[in-house]
């Protein structure tokens, strides 16, 4: 059986009409003019059939395309051990197939990334004892105020004005005030605070004071600077996997120590964090409208240095200043204003604090 097809040579730039005959262990090519060419098994380098039923054979420079039907079943025939057209996993399943594949894979990757490995670091960080987070706390503490202005008297001022807030907490707080020109504060593991001068300065009211300390020592009760270790070190060993890399565990550690300062909670921790300042301050009979008030003087104080609203501040980057107050309102709204004063021995010490 005669097929018909046309070799195209790349040597010459030509394509020449052929007949096709195919006899055991060889394909024999009759050009209208000319000798015959013949292919043996072993010349044949590549195959395929395209979607509309063309055949393309390969031997060096030279393609043979045929459009003929059985061409490829007779050519299966005569060359029994050819792999050209052996069907692969991908040719079987195709562009959809490899798509569902892959995303089988990755979905339950991210999955793992962005909620499984939160859980487990956040189930992991509960297990460290406050003991151990002091050590860290202070090793960090003595790192990041090295290089920090101590301010002795309103140290001492803010300590005793937390200690009167009689706010609840598993650690002991200790408060540090440092001469700095950021609107900015800072919490540690394990109790350590602080307080750059410059955010008490924007303040008017002693309940903005509590409101601060009672957001920052939040972040010491929930553990939040725990739980962002674990979850970055889960976050190291997860790309480790792939990467090979395993990295320095004391390094990541450290590096997070010097983020406090410009602080990279979370949105879920930074709302965990106000959500829980705005109770202690009911609790402890501390006007709530402080958290909403320093907000705003926050807002405004960023504002007027050409920051904007949304500036790196103690509250964080990620939730906008404009959010946060919102939220805070419809919490104020909620759980209502609470008491509208404090008690006359904060006043005073708000007064000296202020001096």
């Known amino acids: 059986m005669f097929f018909r097809g046309i070799l195209h040579d790349r040597a010459t730039n030509q394509s020449t009409p052929v007949a096709i005959r195919l006899q055991p262990g060889v394909l024999v090519m009759q050009p209208e003019f000319g000798p015959s060419i013949q292919w043996l098994q072993a010349d044949l380098q590549s195959g395929r059939k395209t979607g509309d039923g063309l055949v393309i054979l ?13 061409f490829m079943e007779d050519l299966e025939r005569v060359f029994p051990k050819n792999q050209l057209f052996r ?12 798509l569902l594949s892959i995303a089988l894979v990755l979905v339950p990757l991210l999955a793992a990334y962005f909620w499984l490995l939160p859980f487990l670091a956040d189930r992991a960080a509960k297990h460290v004892s406050p003991e151990t987070e002091k050590q860290v706390g202070d090793s960090w503490y003595q790192s990041l105020t090295a290089t920090y202005k101590i301010d002795t008297v309103k140290t001492r001022l803010v300590q005793q004005f937390y200690d009167s807030l009689h706010y609840n907490s598993n650690y002991q707080i200790r408060i540090t005030v440092v001469h700095e020109p950021v609107v900015n504060a800072f919490a540690l593991p394990g109790g350590r605070m602080v307080v750059f001068d410059r955010i008490i300065d924007i303040m008017d009211a002693p309940e903005q004071l509590a409101a601060l300390l009672g957001h920052e020592s939040s972040h010491i009760q929930l553990r ?17 996997l792939f990467l090979g890399d395993y990295g320095d565990i004391s390094a990541i550690i450290a ?10 909670y979370s949105r879920g921790l930074e709302f965990e964090a106000d959500d829980n300042g705005l109770q202690l301050m009911q609790q402890s009979q501390i006007p709530v409208r402080g958290m909403r008030d320093l907000f705003q003087k926050m807002q405004s104080s960023m504002e007027e240095a050409g920051q904007g609203s949304d500036a790196p501040n103690f509250l964080s980057t990620h939730p906008s200043m404009g959010e946060r107050i919102k939220i805070v309102e419809e919490k104020m ?6 008491t509208d004063s404090v008690s006359p021995s904060l006043k005073q010490i708000w007064q000296a604090i202020k001096q």
């Open 58 to 70: 390969q031997s060096g420079r030279q393609f043979l395309e045929v459009e003929e039907p059985g």
């Open 87 to 98: 069907t692969g996993v991908l040719d079987k399943i195709g562009v959809a197939g490899c």
């Open 224 to 240: 939040h600077s725990t739980r962002a270790i674990f979850r970055q070190l889960a976050n190291n060993l997860f790309f480790s």
């Open 255 to 264: 590096r997070h120590g010097d983020e406090l300062a410009g602080l990279s």
């Open 333 to 338: 709204a909620a759980i209502g204003g609470g």
